[in-house]
């Protein structure tokens, strides 16, 4: 697990200065990290015996105060910045709570997070929703109150910001990278990512974001937020919720993801590969300052699964 510094280890055969910009991160993923994931046997296609890395998943049960509220599936990092971020996009913590304490207990994987506010969600645990997360993820409540209530800052999107942003964030070290079979979530600033979080489900990705915003005091007006899964409405609500008004996807759009996003006012931009990218709500904001000629397309070797589908046929269907 990596520090406040960022610092974890190098991949094999990378090079000082191709990698300069990590030291921009607050947190990003340490592929590296043994607990994260496995090596395990097997054979392929031709029945050669193969070896290949694959990420770990483990139970997170979580508490607020005395009352439990659900078990995750996750990859076991960063759970103190997931349990929070989770009680926030579930509008179970306020955002001038006063959280007194986050324990986290390894050997029984139960999170506890305590508030001064005493706490009871007994109804509003009775009425949730099953999310389109590929890890299922549950949202509690009024889904809608956030999107009508939203008024999001007037920041701006410079077209050079997001060409840079996603050329450092395809070439960071990742559990992706070395494992696949995983979303990644990245808070960033300008052209400058910041906090990069991965998890089985982009629900967990984006609570573990949420939850270091809150714990840090990280301003969400002038953020961006990137994400590696589908524009669902889901992702829509929870940036929302966090306040930040720039959403972009190297993946494809729901129907119901726009139809929020519209109606929040968030800046949605999607399919962004290379010096390709669909912005299909909050136009206003994107000030158009890159010249195309000088933005390199997307390696093979950094391209997700759906990459090529979508080039050819224009869907965003193939992107967990």
């Not at 949730?128 to 008024?151: H, K, N, Y």
């Not at 979530?185 to 939850?211: F, I, S, T, W």
């Not at 759009?253 to 290379?274: D, P």
């Not at 391209?303 to 080039?311: P, S």
Request: include cysteine.
């Amino acid at each position: 697990m990596n520090g406040p510094s960022g610092s974890v280890a190098r991949p094999p055969g990378a090079e000082e200065e191709d990698l300069a910009f990590l030291s921009e991160y607050l947190v990003r993923p340490d592929p590296f990290d043994p607990r994260l994931s496995v090596a395990v046997r097997g054979i392929d296609h031709t029945g050669a015996p193969v070896e290949t890395r694959v990420v770990t998943e483990r139970a997170l049960t979580l508490f607020l105060n005395s009352q439990e509220i659900v078990t995750m599936m996750t990859i076991g990092d960063h759970p103190e910045h997931l349990a929070v971020g989770y009680l926030l996009n579930q509008n179970m913590l306020k955002p001038d709570d006063v959280v007194t304490a986050v324990d986290y207990d390894a050997e029984l994987d139960v999170v506890v997070v305590r508030t001064e506010r005493k706490t009871d969600y007994e109804d509003k645990l009775r009425k949730r929703t099953l999310t389109s997360g590929c890890a299922q993820g549950t949202a509690f409540g009024d889904l809608m109150d956030v999107i009508e209530e939203a008024r999001l800052p007037h920041a701006e999107l410079r077209t050079s910001w997001l060409y840079a942003l996603t050329h450092k964030i395809n070439r960071t070290p990742s559990l992706y990278l070395e494992a696949g079979a995983i979303h990644g979530c990245v808070l960033c600033q300008r052209d400058r990512p910041l906090v990069y979080m991965e998890d089985v489900g982009r629900h967990n990705a984006v609570d573990k974001v949420a939850g270091y915003m809150h714990r840090h005091g990280i301003d969400p007006a002038d953020k961006i937020f990137y994400t590696t899964g589908r524009l669902t409405s889901e992702m829509v609500i929870k940036t929302v919720r966090m306040g930040i008004p720039v959403l972009v996807s190297r993946s494809g759009f729901t129907a119901w993801g726009v139809e929020l996003a519209r109606k929040a006012g968030l800046t949605l931009i999607g399919r962004a590969r290379g010096k390709r990218f669909i912005a299909l709500c909050g136009a206003e904001r994107i000030v158009f300052d890159q010249d195309l000629a000088y933005v390199a397309e997307e390696s093979a070797r950094h391209r997700r699964k759906g990459a090529e589908d979508e080039e050819k046929g224009g869907k965003g269907g193939a992107d967990g």
